[in-house]
């Protein structure tokens, strides 16, 4: 006998209903249910990161909050900081810059430092790395993802 | 301008330049089309029960149960699936005396290692896979494990493969010049020195994936593959599951990292397939990260113990080896696990000429996870041995490191040699490479200062490597042995009537930037801007045959091809450019999509509108023009066994000897790839490799316990290295053409981490060294540090 | 790795999620922030029959200062104590420990209350508490207990509380909050749990007064060192002998090996901080 409860949420501005099996994870449906496969797994224990996504506007462990914990809540994707433009100084830095390789760690990356950048994370490399240390990237050596994020930093400081 | 101009000078060249990657895009906006995202219909998922035992016969397996259960579609175990597939053996025939049983899908009567799969489970959905899983009942008969390398010979050793008599796999021996003669001159000091290198893995942030569909009614299956070779896939299914090699098509989009990881067999995924023939539906099958740890191959493993004789100006006279190396129950299919210790046994002391040189290797069974081929095969090993004697042979004789560096390097004008083990080197600048380090690091104003410091307490260290990197593999790496492993690559470039080309080849792309040095060379060659070429990679349906990227051969092999591919094409529009245009094609080229004067550049026609004519206006041609606007080239290295790399490398380390710590405050590589295509690319491919290898020097161990359980199965416990730790890193460039290709690029993806362990070993001694101790095991622990401190 | 199958309930009051502790058969186990709970499920390594979902509960809510108490409620995430001007103000020895805890997007949904009850030997908040002389509040349909700090986590994830119980608050003597403290830890990569960890507040520093250490990740439970505060009491930082006694006590200890260290890298570690956070503590 499977639990299952029905939620009400918003996801990427779009309200919806679904009835979901009570055990499963936020990413897992926001990927299987919803279609949104810009979110992914990695470890599905919290480490790597490639889950996060941001719910009620803080990034969080997609796969560490059911999707039933949602219910009410407003959950934002890499689809929707795309779609909103929120992520694009950050998603065209990464371009210019190669902070990605496969591509697998970059929704979760860009995620968490966007945090980084609307909390008001100062042009420090230090605090940048320290502040992405919970995503997980195998690919690139975070060089160029520090290099990314502190430029669109220093570039909004100069304005 | 002086002399002619090369092709490498054409008016809006892309090779050489920082073209930002095209496809990065869509990843960006989280459009990537990984294995996972892949949603079919009917689509089950697949769960598998795995052996918690190192070693045991399996006594039964009580299915029943789970196979009620609603929701299960099907549950499998050894014996079902070997009823659909061929088992295989890793072997190759070149890698004489190697042995290793068959290996099936699932165990069959013994598991080998915690981990296994023994049991399958096909469900809508993995949780309930899962959920059947935890009702299989498996009853085993624990066997005693033979765990530990050092041990794994011993006579009284469990012998994991009884018909084979002892848990020895292979063994090889070089014996070059007159190495007991040079041991023995009495006027060479002998330095020597047990390494221990234990094991790690890859940790692709993506898992293992596979998602296979068949269909009965035309017998082919589909593959959504998450790994470098499609082709070789391709003829594995074929051969273990008996279909026909071309009704199996290989689909990698997105992959999310390899690293060698994803090019083996895993029998969880050649069960995923033989699920999906059997059922005729498609199957998922996700490995979860502790079946990633438990299963993906593991690398390294090695004790070595070497030896070095140096005379007195500094001159190696003799390095000698023996290097012992576990590689679990089975070798590793088809690429086969002895590799690694071969690459050990070919490259160790590679960059400096020694005429004396003996070395033995031997590769032992144990009840571990499989260990195979992962970035950089033997060579963080091989360069850490060779650095590391050379330092304490510097120490001994009281020369500088840089010093006996540039006594033993082969000289940039030596070229060809031919080194003590056999291995053919050419177009190599290690002198030049050493000095440019030198420079970009500042090495004796660093010295300098470190010494300051070390009177205030502060206890920094320097550490510098002079590496080879084996790329561009020709046929005798693989293919020679026996195996279905293309080592040549075909790129395919097609004239589209809107004026652009489209590429389709045979390499493959990990995150790397195939695509884009692809669509660079091709642009170049051809004359397009790059926005008018379009890449297809990785799908059998489509592109060339060919090996994939792996070895970093990539840019090497596949580019060459996409290079003679697109000149071919350049050459047959011309000649039709020439009939429209009535003059002689040589008097006409193409820039930046249209055909110009060869001299004046003046504008004669668009691409567009020769395809126009071509494809639409064939009236408008003589009826003998029969114009071919698509070329294929392949491309194989046939003077060299390998292209070998060269680069320096060096590392800053700050030790706090009270706590083990050791902090990395600089890292500088100077590499030479040949002909730069994409100089970011390569930069990133370097400081990833250099990440990577920092992590094996530093945090990356499976730690197992005395009876072969992992301990350290999560991404919590296995440490891989993250943001805060890790330093900012120099690149820079020597650029020596290898002269195998007209490109003349070599690779460059695994020098980083191949090269970074021996430069950050090196580091850390320097820093021991006022405590009169070092280091030889790796990862470098703070507990190991202690221990070496004699602290604890 | 997806979790096994479990009922959910959301109560909105506590007495309603008391209701559901007393009367449900099988494991009901409250989920906090879920970022140390749903690893485990997800391993399966926990596989509760009922899981009850605090995060509708705002009597659990919230940070006040009352009756010479800092009053922490258990909901209260790791992001809501960095960003409070009390906490900052009152138990700066919080602030100190806080960017030692996981990352930001773990720390948005972690809480202090799920980190208590979890009772990680080598997590900071039960060391804290025992540096703080805090007071656990837990309440069932039995009624309400408050707990020491001292007398709450009594083994490898073992606490004082009962299966029916849920932590609503801690309490915080703001005397004992004083601005007097260190933090230290040594962790292999930023965000890691410690290899061993270090927590000292005292009432003053020269000499030393009403010193109480808390050492994390060096057994199955964050530990006291009484036997160091006693060394160190009324003895100034720098006084050799002293610290002499104190690394005595520690030798005294029983440490526990994890992957990273043995029980005696631990012992060496601990002198090495304890060292170190004395120095922290007065400057
Ligand atoms: C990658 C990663 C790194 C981490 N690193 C650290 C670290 O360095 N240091 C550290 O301390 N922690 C670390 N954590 C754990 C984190 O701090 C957790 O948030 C914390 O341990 C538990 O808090 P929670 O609110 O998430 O509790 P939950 O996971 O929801 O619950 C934990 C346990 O407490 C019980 N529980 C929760 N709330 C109550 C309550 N009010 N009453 C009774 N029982 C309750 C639950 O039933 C469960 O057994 C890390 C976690 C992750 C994923
Ligand atoms: S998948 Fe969620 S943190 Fe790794
Ligand atoms: S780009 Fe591959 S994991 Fe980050």
């Known amino acids: 006998m499977t639990a299952i409860e029905e939620i009400n949420l918003t996801v990427n501005g779009e309200r919806s209903t679904h009835r979901v099996p009570v055990r499963m994870n936020l990413v897992d449906f926001l990927r299987n249910e919803l279609g949104l496969t810009g979110s992914h797994v990695g470890c ?78 100062a042009a420090d490399r230090a605090a940048i790395r320290e502040h992405i240390a919970g995503n997980y990237c195998r690919c690139t050596g975070y060089q160029s993802i520090v290099d990314a994020i502190y430029e669109v930093i220093a570039a909004e400081e100069a304005q | ?64 149960q789970a196979a009620t259960m609603q929701g299960v579609v099907a549950v499998y175990d050894g014996s079902d699936m070997a009823d659909h597939c061929e088992p295989w053996v890793g072997t190759l025939t070149h890698m004489q005396g190697l042995r290793s049983p068959p290996q099936y899908p699932l165990a069959l009567d013994v598991v080998r290692w915690q981990g296994e799969p023994v049991a399958m489970v096909v469900a809508t959905s993995r949780a309930l896979a899962e959920d059947a899983c935890g009702l299989i009942d498996v009853d085993y008969e624990l066997l005693p494990e033979a765990c530990n390398v050092e041990a794994a010979l011993d006579r009284d050793a469990a012998v994991i493969h009884p018909e084979f008599g002892n848990n020895l796999a292979w063994e090889r021996i070089v014996d070059s010049g007159d190495v007991d003669a040079a041991f023995a001159r009495n006027d ?16 692709t942030l993506e898992p293992r994936s596979s998602v296979v569909d068949f269909n009965p009614a035309d ?61 005729a539906r498609p199957v998922k099958f996700i490995a979860d990260r502790n079946e990633s740890f438990l299963t993906d191959i593991h690398a390294r493993d090695h004790r070595i113990h070497g030896r070095m004789a140096v005379a007195r100006d500094g001159e190696i006279a003799a390095l000698e080896i023996d290097d012992l190396t576990g590689i679990g129950p089975y070798s590793m299919y088809p690429r086969t696990s002895a590799i690694e210790c071969n690459q050990v046994l070919n490259l160790t002391g590679a960059p400096y000429a020694i005429q004396n040189y003996r070395a033995r290797g031997q590769v032992v069974f144990q009840n571990k996870n499989l260990m195979s081929q992962y970035r950089a095969v033997g060579h963080p090993v091989a360069m850490a041995v060779a650095e590391g004697l050379l330092e304490d042979a510097a120490l001994a004789i009281g020369l500088g490191s840089v010093d006996i560096r540039k006594r033993n390097l082969i000289r940039d004008d030596a070229y060809p040699v031919t080194s003590a083990a056999g291995m053919k080197f050419d177009d190599l600048s290690h002198c030049r490479t050493l000095d440019k380090l030198l420079d970009i690091m500042g090495h004796d104003v660093l010295r300098e200062e470190h010494a300051k410091l070390r009177s205030s307490g502060i206890h920094r260290g320097i550490g510098i490597a002079s590496i080879v990197e084996v790329t561009n593999p020709s046929p005798l790496f693989y293919g020679v042995g026996g195996a279905s492993i293309a080592a040549q690559d075909g790129a395919t470039v097609r004239l589209d009537a809107a004026g652009a080309i489209h590429v389709s080849a045979s390499i493959t792309e990990q995150g790397q930037g195939t695509n884009t ?7 170049d060659m051809f004359g397009v801007e790059i926005d008018r070429v379009k890449v297809t990679t990785g799908d059998t349906a489509h592109v060339p045959y060919g090996g994939g990227t792996w070895a970093s051969r990539g840019a090497g092999i596949g580019g060459e091809a996409v290079l003679q591919a697109a000149t071919a094409l350049r050459g047959q529009v011309l000649e039709v450019a020439g009939t429209i245009l009535q003059c002689a094609p040589d008097r006409l080229d193409i820039l930046s999509g249209s055909i110009v004067d060869v001299k004046t550049a003046a504008q004669r026609m668009t691409l567009r509108e020769l395809g126009r004519i071509v494809y639409f206006r064939g009236n408008e041609l003589p009826p003998d023009v029969k114009p071919e606007l698509i070329a294929t080239r392949h491309y194989r290295v046939t003077d060299f066994p390998f292209v070998f790399t060269n680069g320096a490398m060096a590392a800053e380390v700050e030790l706090d000897p009270e706590t083990g710590f050791v902090k990395l405050l ?54 891989v290295p993250m943001a805060a730790e890790m330093p900012d890193i120099v690149v820079a460039h020597v650029e020596t053409p290898t002269k195998t290709s007209v490109l003349g690029a070599k690779g460059a993806g695994e020098a980083g981490t191949g090269g970074a362990p021996a430069a950050l070993l090196n580091a850390v001694n320097d820093a021991l060294r006022a405590f009169d101790t070092s280091i030889s095991e790796m990862p470098m622990t703070p507990e190991r540090l202690l221990k070496a401190l004699g602290v604890v | 790795m997806k979790a096994a199958e479990f009922d959910y309930a959301k109560p909105r009051t506590v007495d309603e999620a008391l209701a559901i502790l007393a009367s449900h058969e099988g494991e009901v186990r409250p989920i906090a922030g879920g970022q140390s709970l749903m690893p485990m499920m997800n391993f399966r390594l926990a596989q509760p029959d009922m899981l009850m979902d605090l995060n509708a509960l705002e009597e659990l809510q919230g940070i006040r200062d009352e009756g010479g108490f800092i009053i922490i409620g258990a909901m209260t995430r ?102 007097h403290f260190a933090f230290c830890e040594l962790a292999r990569r930023h965000g890691d749990y410690a290899i061993v960890g270090i927590a000292i507040t005292a009432q003053e520093i020269m000499p030393m007064r009403g010193l109480r250490v808390a050492l994390f990740s060096v057994s199955d439970r964050p530990v006291r060192a009484v036997a160091i505060e006693q060394a160190l009491e009324n003895t100034s930082v720098g006084d050799a002998g002293a610290m002499k006694l104190a690394v005595q006590a520690i030798g005294s200890m029983a440490f526990q090996d994890d992957l990273n260290a043995t029980d005696k890298t631990k012992l060496h570690l601990v002198g090495v901080l304890l060292k170190r956070a004395l120095t922290e503590l007065c400057t």
């Open chain 2, 188 to 203: 060479v000091t002998i330095v020597e020195r047990t390494f221990r290198f234990n094991r790690h893995t890859g940790v």
């Open chain 3, 78 to 179: 790791y992001r809501e104590l960095e960003c409070s001007e009390l906490i900052a103000a009152h138990i700066p020895l919080i602030c100190a420990a806080l960017p030692h805890i996981a990352h930001a997007a773990i720390r948005n949904r972690g809480t202090i209350g799920g980190s208590i009850a979890l009772a990680d030997p080598a997590a900071e908040m039960p060391a804290l508490m025992l540096a703080l002389e805090a007071t656990i509040t837990v309440v069932s349909s039995r009624g309400v207990r408050r707990i020491l700090a001292d007398e709450f986590f009594l083994g490898l994830y073992e606490t004082a509380l009962a299966d029916d119980e849920i932590i609503t608050e801690i309490h915080v003597p703001r005397s004992k909050a004083p601005a």
């Open chain 2, 666 to 719: 600089g890292f500088w590589v100077v590499e030479d790839c040949g002909r730069v295509i994409n100089p970011q690319l390569v930069d990133e491919q370097i400081r990833g490799g250099v990440v990577q290898g920092i992590g094996g020097a530093f945090y990356e161990e499976c730690i197992y316990s005395s009876n072969g359980q992992l301990l350290n199965a999560s991404m919590a416990d296995y440490l």
């Open chain 2, 219 to 279: 017998e082919t299956m589909t593959y959504w593959y998450a790994g470098q070779a499609p082709h070789m896939m391709q003829a594995i299914l074929s051969k273990h599951l008996g279909l026909a090699e071309e009704n199996i098509r290989l689909i990698a989009n997105d992959v999310g990292g390899s690293f060698g990881i994803k090019i083996h067999t895993y029998g969880d995924d050649i069960a995923t397939a033989v699920a999906a023939r059997i059922l």
């Open chain 1, 44 to 121: 599905e224990h919290g480490v790597c990161g490639a889950c996060t996504v941001e719910v009620n506007g803080a990034c969080v462990r997609g796969c560490l909050m059911l999707a039933v914990q949602a219910d009410g809540l407003e959950v934002t994707t890499i689809e929707g900081l795309t779609a909103s433009g929120r992520a694009g100084a950050l998603q065209a830095a990464f371009h210019r810059r190669n902070s990605l390789q496969c591509g697998f760690c970059t929704p979760g990356m860009l995620a968490s430092a966007l945090e980084y950048c609307e909390r008001g994370g």
């Open chain 2, 1 to 64: 301008m002086t002399g002619p101009l090369s092709i490498f000078d054409r008016p809006n060249a892309y090779i050489g330049k920082s073209v930002p990657r095209p496809d990065a895009a869509r990843l960006l906006v989280g459009r990537g089309q990984f294995v996972d995202d892949q949603q079919l219909p009917r689509m089950v998922h697949a769960a598998f029960v795995r052996s918690p035992h190192a070693h045991a016969r399996i006594v039964s397996i009580d299915g029943a």
């Open chain 2, 517 to 523: 040095i692809i669509a660079q060379i091709a642009a």
